[in-house]
Nanobody, 116 residues
């Protein structure tokens, strides 16, 4: 059974930091590219960051560059998203995604709220 379980979300003040984790099971994690997406209320889902299966290549949406860092530990079947200098507009539900060829799996999401 495929599972992606996100954790690490919560309430943080503007300028603060959070580290999200997504732990996978039920598939060969090291063979899948991983991504973090987010969806804010009333808005479409958007890509936050993407990392290749071996962790060599990363891609960030422009508004996250320099503030967010995606990484993975294939030995722990876990992908991370370090988020620094958080802004109120970063408030959203953050989802992790595993993708390989025609296969795509999603986690249940974790809420991140940036507010004073």
């Amino acid at each position: 059974q495929v599972q992606l379980v996100e954790s690490g979300g919560g309430l943080v003040q503007p300028g603060g930091s959070l580290r999200l984790s997504c732990t996978a099971s039920g598939f060969t994690f090291s063979s899948y590219a991983m991504g973090w997406y987010r969806q804010a209320p009333g808005k479409d889902s958007e890509l936050v960051a993407h990392i290749s299966s071996a962790g060599v290549s990363t891609v960030y949406t422009d508004s996250m560059k320099g503030r967010f860092t995606i990484s993975r530990d294939n030995a722990k079947n876990t992908v991370y998203l370090q988020m620094n200098s958080l802004k109120p507009e970063d408030t959203a539900v953050y989802y992790c995604n595993a993708a390989r060829n025609l296969y795509s799996y999603w986690g249940q999401g974790t809420q991140v709220t940036v507010s004073s």
